[in-house]
Structures are given as structure tokens and as C-alpha cells.
């Protein structure tokens, strides 16, 4: 039987619609049509129908951490904070900080999230505590297992190129057919992962038909780090391994310069934008404007709640607009702020095939500041096509809203 939602406000497609409902059959979206006159309708007053936001990077053990080591310099607020708390850390305490996370996520209208998740301690009972933080809430992820080896790094985040691999795929074989999990591999980054890590990473991704992530040229350190060690930026770097395609998603980015951003544009290279995080850090502002003229394609992320301490990519939308304007002059248009646009292209394949158009709503309440109902965002055009699959919070049996 058909089931109708309607709010103040639909929004689809860069356009506002008034006056339409969601027609539902079975939890899947069948239309978007004009209010029906002679059908129930559930209404959602003073709110907005919106798809779901995709939180494309994080790391939801933070949560625990927010507050820990505010205002302090990069590498105090990694050794006193991080890399501190993180040793002592149960796997208890990391489905607990990973529900913290995911249910923020969700009152901010996050339904799809990437958690970088490094505290492997060589096997992966920890990461399915994660997994299964994310299936209790009813929250759809991705986790990104993280390929570690510097050595000055906890020894829990530690493996061998071959374990990573290893524990990688087996995590990959038991959410194979989960439709709403799924496991890409993560280096780390170039100063916590080998170059035969990242190489490691790369292949398991390209065998498996996923993308890869990792952290880029994030701090100055890095890049500079990079260049004395072995003459080329990290982009460039990465380029020369054979290591930029459209399979890779650089978290950060901050430490560009033209050479690089022509080589992400070339190669297909993706960017996860995570402006608090970078503002949080004092590693500096992303050249946002150049990586959209070269037609990269940019998701919006959170970070970890201890370099952000909130995670809204509603928020994040919000430093974008304001930090690249303080630094260019220069206006994005809010389609370039938005996470929904291009946060779905970079998602996962799994997604697109065997559940690709599903979908679902956020209801945002816009007085009182609660929301409700939640969704999802893997696919445009989120409303106009049938066979879209709503899902709400409340089907989840989590914070049902009012
Ligand atoms: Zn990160």
C-alpha cells in the first residue's frame, strides 16, 4: 500500500518543491507527486525533506576524545591526546565512542558515513565492534581499514603489509553481502604507512573494485617531510607509483600546489574536504576554488570528534562557504558546498549496484532545533526516480524524533 510523506519544504535536484509528497510503497520510494487529495498523508510540519548527508571522513572513536588536548599544537594534540587515550582504549570503548559518533551523525541527518578506522590491534574484532556500533543505530558505512607501519606510531595500529592485506580481505568476505556495510582499504597516510604499504592498499582496492583512502598532504610537515626525502610532493609522489586515479580519495588535501591539483585533475583523484578539522589543527585551508576548476570531485567530511568536537556536515557546509571566501574573496556557489552532491559520487560501488538507488529522507525541524527521520544519499536524483528506498530513524527503532 502506497504511503504518503510530505514536510514545508521538498528538496531534490536543486529545487525547492512545495506542496508534494513522497509516495511510498514498502519502504521504497515509488514517486514524488503533487499532495495527494483522497490518501492519508504524514506530514512533517515546519520541516524539510532533504536527502540524507554522506559523511565521507571520520574517525568515530574520537568522540570519546572531544575536548582532549583543544588548543594545542599538532603534535601535542597527537602524542598527549591521540595516541594516548587511543592505547587504552577497550573494544568496548570503541563501539561505545563509535555509537557517540553515529548517533551525533544522525541528529545532524549524516546516513552515510566513511570511518577511518585504525585501532586494529592486528585482527579485526575491533572493527566489527564498529561495524556493528553503525548496524545498531542503523547508520550505513563504509569502514576504511587502515594499512599502518610507521613504527612511531602505537603499536596497536601496527601490521605488516601482508596482515593488513590479509585481515582486509577477510573483513571484505564477511560483509560481502551486507548491503549496508562495506570495507575499503586505508594507508594510512605517507608518513604513518611505507611506500609497499600504500602500494599494499592500492592493489587490494583495485582488485576488489573499491576505492582507497588516505590522508594527504594534510599538514605542512608532510609536504616538506616528502620533498627533502625524496624531491617530489606528496601528489606528485603518489603519481609517480602509479598511485592517482579515480579510485583514490586524498583526505584533506591541504598542501597543493598547481602541479598538483592539474595531476589530481588528470588522473581522476578525489578529495575529502574536512575544513573544521583543518581550521581545528592549524594545518591550513585546502584550495578548494582551484581543485572545482580542475573538476575534482570533493565530499565534505567531519574528521574525529577531537579535531572538531562536533560532526555536522551541515556545519561543515558553513565553514566551507566562510573559510574560502575568507581566503580567495571568492564565492562558492552553495551547490559546491553542499556534501549531498558530490559526496554520492564518490561512494562506494556496492552501493550502486546492488542497492544504488535507494534513498530516504531527513526531516529537519526548523524551529526547535530537533530532527527527525532519517535517510539516505547514495544516488542521484535522490526523489524523482521510483525504486528509491526510504528509511527512517524510526524504522531503525532510534531516536524517534517529534
Ligand atoms: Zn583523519
Redesign the pocket.
Known sequence: MLQYFAADFLYTENQVFHDCALAVENGVIQDVCPLPENAEVTRFPDCALIPGFVNS?T?SFQSLLKGVCDDTDFFTWRDQGLYRYSQIMTQEDLYTGALFAFAEMLKNGITTVCD?FYINDQANDNAQAVIQAAKDLGIRMTLARTFYNWDGAPARFRETPEQAVENTLALMQLYRDDPGVSIIPAPHSLHGASMEMIEAGAALAKDQGTPWHM?VAEGQYERQMTLEKTGKSPIALLHRHGLLDGAMVG?HCVWLDESDIDLMGETGARVSYNPSSNMFLGDGVTPIKALVDAGICISLGT??GCSNNRASIIEEMRMTALLQKSDTSRCLGAERRSGVFNGDRQWRRKFRTTVGKTCARVCRRFCGGGSYGSVDATERPFWQKPGLRLTTLRDSGCLCGG
Open positions: 571522513h574517525h577511518f590522508h583526505i574528521d574525529g
